[in-house]
């Protein structure tokens, strides 16, 4: 059963499937050590890690298992970052968010509104019961953005 990536938007952002024409800003935004700091995997180092990236975007949509939405912001279009919702399961009526923004897109509220309007649109769509998110216990901003999407923290993973 395929899920179709819906084409979503907020008043600063623009949320739409990954086109192949995103692998720049992707290998950019994934292959900084910066931003990746609180990762379990290493920067990439080739735009190939990009361009499949986006292919398995597709896959994800095909496969009906979740959506990953590139975000652009409204006001120059920029590519910012993206926003994912993943590892959907019918049966338990559950999913697991997932987000990475570029660093000059940090602290502006961007990543909890494009959460906020996918999370919305999961909600209405598919019958959800439960999301779940992990971040890393030392990034303070990601944790903060899911207590005001309203997570709560049941556990830390060792």
Partial sequence: MSLPTPTLHTAR???????????NDLFALHSSA??????????WSERVRAERFITA?????????G?????DRVSDGAFIGWCSLNRWNPGYRSASLG?????????HGYATEAARVLLRWA????????????????????ARVL????????????
């Fill in 13 to 23: 952002l623009r949320l739409r499937p990954f086109d192949d024409a995103d692998a």
């Fill in 34 to 43: 910066y931003v990746l700091r609180y990762w379990d995997a290493p920067p």
């Fill in 99 to 107: 987000y990475c923004f570029d660093d000059e897109a940090w602290g």
């Fill in 57 to 65: 975007c597709r896959q994800m949509a095909e496969g009906g298992t």
């Fill in 67 to 71: 959506a990953r939405l590139a975000v």
């Fill in 123 to 142: 909600f209405d769509t598919l019958d959800l019961n439960r999301v779940q998110a992990e971040t890393d216990t030392r990034n303070v901003a990601s």
């Fill in 147 to 158: 207590e005001k999407l309203g997570f709560v923290r049941e556990g830390t993973l060792r």
